[in-house]
């Protein structure tokens, strides 16, 4: 079973909630049924969450970068891992005040911007997830990360309509 990023909008009341657990036990306790089993607005892009990471940013997800607006595009602004033997959970928020900035850095991302910086090289370097993804028919790695840049503009975009944060996740 592979890691899928989704991206969940959530009002103020439950985003202050998650944050409160005492510890990583107390989270995951909490994020299945608070987060995975509610009906709130989400998308999820799949597989394809660190081949897009890279090919905005040059560098893998798991080196996010600091208030750079597309990295934060995909794996948000404020991440926190829980993890132990049995479950592993990446989660970061997106602030509302924080995506009106992000939604404009992903506004100019194409096809052809894509096509430009997609480097199979940098991202067997990069050592991707999942393993061996830069193999893939560029054309359709290319179209897959396409697909999630037009949805995260748009649920984004839905987001800020409805004034609700988006908490970025991979499990």
Known sequence: MGRNASYIAIDDGPLDELGKPESDEEFRQKFPDGVEESDWPRIVIGKVWDALHCTLTGVTAADPIRDNRLSEAVVGVYPRIYDDDD???????????????????????????????????????????????????????????????????????QAISDHRHVLATIV
Request: net charge negative; charged share 25%; proline share 7%.
């Open 87 to 157: 479950y592993s959970i990446y989660v970061s928020v997106i602030d509302l005040e924080n995506l009106p900035e992000i939604l404009k850095a992903l506004w100019p991302i194409d096809e052809s911007f894509l096509q430009e910086r997609f480097d199979p090289k940098v991202m067997k370097q990069q050592r991707l997830y999942p393993t061996g993804i830069w193999q893939d028919d560029p054309g359709q790695l290319i179209g897959e990360m396409l697909s999630a840049v037009v949805e995260l503009r748009k649920f984004m975009t």
